[in-house]
């Protein structure tokens, strides 16, 4: 699996950014998340999502509910985070990551490289 990020860049807060991870290999891989690492925290879950049988079950992290929205492209070859109403703490490297079937947890299997969002006040 291969997974590619792009899209950060900085911002002021208010505004908005779409990240996309364009992933290759994905057979049998039905989850596939998008996380963060602000400076000096550790890595956290922003936005999950299983794709299996057809589905798109979500999930958010509190403090990004109403603001982000992950996506999926029909093909299963893009995966997105469209980012809104941005803040200065949400500053950080956002990772693409997927797995074969651990959807709600940490310990994905791959990860892609990683792009730096950053946020102005």
């Known amino acids: 699996v291969q997974l590619v990020e792009s899209g950060g860049g900085s911002v002021q807060a208010g505004g908005s950014l779409r990240l996309s991870c364009v992933a290759s290999?994905?057979?049998?891989?039905?989850?596939m998340g998008w996380f963060r690492q602000a400076p000096g925290k550790e890595r956290e879950r922003v936005a999950t999502m299983y794709t299996g049988n057809g589905l798109r079950q979500t999930r958010y992290a509190d403090s990004v509910k109403d603001r982000f929205t992950i996506s999926l492209t029909n093909d299963r070859t893009t995966l997105y985070l469209q980012m809104d109403s941005l803040r200065p703490d949400d500053t950080g490297i956002y990772y693409c990551?997927?797995?074969?079937?651990?959807?709600?947890?940490?310990?994905?299997?791959?990860w892609g490289q990683g792009t730096q969002v950053f946020v102005s006040s």
């Open positions: 290999n994905t057979y049998q891989i039905y989850c």
């Open positions: 990551a997927a797995d074969a079937q651990r959807c709600w947890g940490d310990n994905y299997n791959y």
